[in-house]
Nanobody, 118 residues
Framework: QVQLVESGGGLVQPGGSLRLSCAASGNIFSSAAMGWSRQAPGKERELVASITSGGITDYAESVKGRFTISRDNAENTVYLQMNSLKLEDTAVYYC????????????WGKGTLVTVSS
């Protein structure tokens, strides 16, 4: 069973930056696809960024050019660098891991709160 622990959330002013981290337990990280999703109050959870085991990234239109997802396989950690933060980026941010071999497995972290406010 893999566990994910997010960190790095907090309060930031509009236009500011934060870097979220997600550390994974176990030895499956290097073969896993990783993603960051967020859920704002009263809204459904949405995927904002993902990265494959090979390093291919994808982003929601709302964060393209502002957020960057990256991974460090040696540290079993995925990052989300968030720049030019907007009020509407306020949400709980969740990390997700998926692997397909030897069997399909996915898991979520418990989330970290990002509040963008002046």
């Amino acid at each position: 069973q893999v566990q994910l622990v997010e960190s790095g959330g907090g309060l930031v002013q509009p236009g500011g930056s934060l870097r979220l981290s997600c550390a994974a337990s176990g030895n499956i990280f290097s073969s896993a696809a990783m993603g960051w999703s967020r859920q704002a109050p009263g809204k459904e959870r949405e995927l904002v960024a993902s990265i494959t085991s090979g390093g291919i990234t994808d982003y929601a239109e709302s964060v393209k050019g502002r957020f960057t997802i990256s991974r460090d396989n040696a540290e079993n950690t995925v990052y989300l660098q968030m720049n030019s933060l907007k009020l509407e980026d306020t949400a709980v941010y969740y990390c997700k891991i998926r692997v397909w071999s030897p069997r399909y497995l996915e898991a979520w972290g418990k989330g970290t709160l990002v509040t963008v406010s002046s």
